[in-house]
């Protein structure tokens, strides 16, 4: 019997981890629910600035993506479960690019360098369509409301956090998300 490579077995590792965190997420977090109304739309808080630069040395700053719902991957390289989430939001980010009503960021919280993250990309088949910001720390996120990793944050076009998820999200979720931060940014 041949026995599995380390690489399938650091994958099946991986993949349990990445399960037991999801029903640990969802289990704790049903993810806030975006607003009913303008009264509660107009008591969310609004997304903390920043200025991080993209793999590419490009900045990215939160006050320029006004007027564009703007969903947020909190993530670390250390993060097990969070080589799962750019897949989906690849499928996200596709469906929107063209329009550009939605912007789709990865934002990695470890303070790894841009090699590192491509490195990381690679190794996990987690290869990001969507702009990465590197240089944020673990404040960043919390800033946003995010409790632990992966963490999704969907931002209204007005530039109030809609709603924080815990765990992994699947697109149809993410979609769902940025429906109801649209309704309530219109």
Known sequence: MRRPSSRRRRRFVLAVAAAFAWLAAAALATGCSGAD????????????????????????????????TVVIDF?????APCIFQPAELNRVFE???AAGDVVVLG?????????????????????????????ASEE??????VTGFP?????????????????????????AAIEAAQRVGS
């Open 37 to 68: 109304s303008a009264d509660e739309a107009s008591e969310k808080p609004h997304a903390p600035p920043f200025d991080h630069p993209d793999l590419d040395g490009n900045p990215v700053r939160m006050a320029d993506l006004l007027g564009r």
């Open 95 to 97: 469906t929107h690019r």
């Open 107 to 135: 934002v990695e919280v470890s303070d790894a360098s841009a090699d590192e993250i491509r490195a990381w990309g690679e190794e996990n088949d987690a290869v990001a369509a969507y702009p990465i910001l590197r240089g």
């Open 140 to 145: 960043l996120a919390r800033a946003f409301g």
């Open 151 to 175: 963490a999704l944050v969907v931002v209204d076009p007005e530039g109030r956090i809609d709603s924080v998820h815990l765990g992994l999200s699947d697109a149809a979720e993410v979609e």
């Open 75 to 79: 993530w670390a390289t250390w993060c």
